[in-house]
């Protein structure tokens, strides 16, 4: 397969160059007919004998270009996720086979404030090998100093390692842990002030008078004894907030330099 650009007139083409034979069928005309949100225009052509799909990336930033020397965290991670996820829900509503995309940062790009991916109607490997090198490249360009970021990473790296897994069901254990690993704030149960009408002169009392339910008669002998209970005649109850921090992060596969171990893209 052979990758390149092409401009001309303020238009900017990627075009990939195959050495098969693409029989155009039902896939392109989907396309072709229908405006599918998150892919990019497409064109077939052959020549000599060999398939070419021109793209249109006029405006568009790859991602390998949009991340280049800068780091990224869980935001960008969640947009990409939900950018992909959407595509891939429109390819089985049109009968496309999500197989198909390309998932390689060199050829995502970035346009109108979302991802846009390619379509290679003769492509042969599967989403979940390419998700899972898209993951590599999550780990080596995240921002280390942001410890959800590393965790997703490190998630979405660790199960795309197996054969089958469900992206969605990876995603809801990831929201799941984030909400068990946040550590609240505390806050004050805000109390009715006409429960404790006259509070000051109560506490002034008690002060001078201990309260009669701190004491019980007992019958044998009229002996007095304490009655177990609290020391403040109330007590303010306080609750917790959802705000919190994260804890721990495990299973970053990095070596001593901080990257990734696995090969690069």
């Known amino acids: 397969m052979k990758v390149r650009y092409v401009r001309e007139l303020g238009v900017s083409k990627l075009r990939i160059e195959t050495r098969m034979v693409y029989q155009e069928d039902y896939q392109m005309r989907m396309m ?4 599918i949100v998150g892919l990019v225009q497409i064109e077939c052509c052959m020549i000599d004998g060999e398939s070419s799909f021109i793209y249109d990336v006029t405006g568009m930033q790859s991602m390998n270009k949009r991340y280049a020397g800068e780091r990224f965290g869980c935001k960008e991670m969640y947009k990409i996720i939900e950018d992909l996820t959407e595509v891939n829900d429109s390819l089985e509503k049109y009968l496309l086979n999500s197989n198909c995309l390309l998932l390689d940062p060199a ?10 991916f390619l379509y290679l109607p003769v492509k042969k490997s599967l989403i979940d090998k390419s998700f899972h090198e898209l993951t590599e490249y999550f780990v080596r360009t995240i921002d280390y100093e942001e410890k959800e970021a590393i965790h997703l990473a490190s998630l979405l ?15 809801e254990r990831h929201q799941k842990r984030k909400e068990e690993m946040s550590i609240p704030i505390i806050s004050s149960e805000i109390i009715d002030s006409n429960d404790f009408e006259d509070e000051e ?11 009669e339910e701190s004491y019980v ?24 907030s959802g705000q919190g921090r994260w804890g721990d992060w495990e299973d970053l596969i990095t070596d001593a330099d901080g990257q990734s171990d696995s090969s690069p893209l």
Do not use: V
């Open 32 to 35: 072709e007919q229908n405006n």
């Open 107 to 116: 050829y995502i790009f970035w346009a109108a404030d979302r991802w846009h």
């Open 157 to 171: 790296h660790k199960e795309t390692l197996m054969e089958h897994f469900d992206l969605k069901q990876i995603w």
């Open 201 to 211: 002169k109560k506490e002034k009392s008690k002060q001078n008078h201990p309260p």
């Open 217 to 240: 008669r007992s019958n044998q002998n009229n002996m007095i004894r304490e009655k177990k209970g609290n020391f403040l005649p109330f007590r303010k109850k306080q609750k917790r």
